[in-house]
């Protein structure tokens, strides 16, 4: 079921809502929207859980306001999903720029009704190169190649980022279908989040993590480079990296098996304790 959240006055954030029992909010990469996880849907709805899928402001259904694309601004847009549905005990799987939306999230809200972190692929502790980190793409390079790209012609910029996106490149129908996805992002929206995945530093955001956290990332990712997964895992407090050897940046479509027995195992538990939960909220509320 498809509804939209007011986050602010004259934006709504589309939001689809699948299955019943515990939470899994899922929020996509840049420039995708919450489709790129329809396969999850289905399978975990299958499994008893509820999915939460949300297009991030200014892709997919969402509005697109001119401005404010900032991360601290995305992740208030997810707290208000949050306390508008009234989830608890949920778990939040981000990818990419959605995995470094989440990471501000548990940092900015003291991760407000989440009690499991996934980060497949995320765009932590940084995107860029900087100093302290010399993994990431060059600043420039994410302006000249996916800002500048962007504003001069869109499906050339997309073309190239999907041959880097997979590394297989066997199903060119699925690079196809995920293309048309980034379609559905307003131009000036894939700009300016383009802009916070270039400045964005999400060091201090990983370092105050103490939840249950798994984090997945393709050994051959030339996007998020897999050292830049490892830095991530060892900067959050028992976090556990999951390494999908024979995928790029998009482990879900390179190794789908994988990732879902992995996101499967990941929720293990969770359904017990869910219930368990709900029980004490009837109990306090007598």
């Known amino acids: 079921m498809g509804q939209y959240v007011q986050v602010e006055d004259k934006v709504k954030i589309y939001v689809e809502d ?3 029992g515990v939470p899994v909010i899922f929020l996509h990469g840049w420039p995708a929207n919450h489709l790129m996880f329809e396969y999850q849907y289905t399978l975990l709805a299958s499994h008893g859980y509820r999915c939460i899928g949300i297009d991030i402001r200014g892709f997919g259904k969402s509005d697109a306001p001119w401005e404010s694309y900032s991360y601290d601004r995305m992740a208030d847009d997810l ?6 549905l009234h989830l608890d005990h949920a778990a939040l799987v981000g990818f990419s720029m959605g995995g470094a939306i989440a990471s501000r999230y548990m940092a900015r809200h003291q991760g407000h009704g989440i009690e499991r972190l996934l980060l497949a692929g995320a765009a932590t502790p940084v995107f860029t190169r900087r100093p302290g980190i010399e993994y990431g793409m060059d600043p420039d390079e994410v302006t000249s190649q996916l800002i500048n790209a962007t504003y001069d012609n869109r499906p050339a910029m997309l073309n190239k980022l999907g041959l880097k996106f997979t590394k297989t490149k066997s199903n060119p129908g699925m690079l196809v279908w995920l293309e048309s996805l980034c379609y559905q992002a307003s131009h000036h929206g894939t700009i300016k989040a383009a802009a916070s995945l270039r400045d964005e530093d999400l060091r ?16 051959k ?8 997964g490892e830095l ?55």
């Open 79 to 84: 707290r208000t999903i949050i306390d508008e």
């Open 204 to 219: 201090n955001d990983l370092a105050s993590i103490n939840i249950p956290t798994v984090v997945f990332h393709g050994q």
């Open 18 to 20: 699948i299955g019943e």
């Open 221 to 228: 990712d030339k996007i998020v480079v897999p050292e830049l």
């Open 232 to 286: 991530t895992a060892q900067s959050i407090a028992n976090a556990r990296l999951v390494k999908f050897e024979d995928s790029g940046h998009a482990m879900l479509f390179d190794e789908p098996e994988k990732f879902n027995q992995e996101l499967l195992t990941f929720l293990d538990g969770m359904s017990s304790e869910y219930e368990q939960f709900k029980t004490n909220e009837a109990s306090r509320s007598l």
